[in-house]
Nanobody, 129 residues
Framework: VQLVESGGGMVQPGGSLRLSCAAS????????IGWFRQAPGKEREGVSC????????YYADSVKGRFTISRENAKKTVYLQMNSLEPEDTAVYYC???????????????????????WGSGTLVTVSS
């Protein structure tokens, strides 16, 4: 079981990046998927979440309107499109998954606010002029 993030790098303020998270060894079909980030000297925070099934989405207030999460289960990949990047977005970004647990419905606002089952090793995003 493995999650591998890619797409990080350095970008100027106002720029865009698209992060990818590729799963191997398991299917994403039964998992909610979250993106998290940890900036230097700060605690890890949830950025976005997408639920299995209906693909409901959640965004932290700090990224709402700028970031978009999406998933392609057939490709076992989840994406985070990041636009209008700000220096405050500088962080290591991690993807993580949690099994849906058989629930008929899960709110995207809470689905990823749990102990996640698997984590990637992260990709660094630096926003600087």
């Amino acid at each position: 079981v493995q999650l591998v993030e890619s797409g990080g790098g350095m970008v100027q303020p106002g720029g865009s990046l698209r992060l990818s998270c590729a799963a191997s060894g398991f299917s994403l079909d039964y998992y909610h998927i979250g993106w998290f980030r940890q900036a230097p000297g700060k605690e890890r925070e949830g950025v976005s979440c997408i639920t299995r099934g209906d693909g409901g989405t959640y965004y932290a207030d700090s990224v709402k309107g700028r970031f978009t999460i999406s998933r392609e289960n057939a490709k076992k990949t989840v994406y985070l499109q990041m636009n209008s990047l700000e220096p405050e977005d500088t962080a290591v970004y991690y993807c993580a998954v949690v099994h849906y647990g058989g629930d008929h419905y899960s709110s995207p606002n809470t689905a990823c606010n749990v102990d996640m089952d698997y984590w990637g090793s992260g990709t660094l995003v630096t926003v600087s002029s």
